[in-house]
């Protein structure tokens, strides 16, 4: 199967950037689109944005919609979440995953969370004010 691993959380002040990357291994060829999701304390898991193949069709959350960038390196099997402009309500649990076929051609499709296959176990991102 694929393993995901993500890297690169961490505790930063509201304001602040931080980049998260994750790495796949495995039978990464049975990967397509990628895609950031996050929870937060108490609250449900939220897509943040995602990536076709190819890397031409990204979807991003308006919640992050000009804050942070999503992209990836096919040749390292790498996704990454490029992320500016910090807050507090950031904070959460980031976790990547795969799907095992394209985006679906809507947000709608791209953010349903059963669409994902492949998931890594998370990492923390803490933003303080």
């Known amino acids: 199967q694929v393993q995901l691993i993500e890297s690169g959380g961490g505790l930063v002040q509201a304001g602040g950037s931080l980049r998260l990357s994750c790495a796949a291994s495995g039978r990464t060829f049975l990967m397509n689109a990628m895609g950031w999701f996050r929870q937060a304390p108490g609250k449900e898991r939220e897509f943040v944005a995602a990536?076709?193949?190819?890397?031409?069709?990204?979807y991003v959350s308006d919640s992050v919609k000009g804050r942070f960038t999503i992209s990836r390196d096919n040749a390292k099997n790498t996704v990454y979440l490029q992320m500016d402009s910090l807050k507090p309500e950031d904070t959460a649990v980031y976790c990547c995953a795969a799907r095992r076929s394209g985006l679906g051609g809507s947000i709608y499709s791209a953010r349903q969370v059963h669409e994902y296959a492949y998931w890594g176990q998370g990492t923390q991102v803490t933003v303080s004010s």
């Open positions: 990536i076709d193949w190819s890397g031409d069709i990204i």
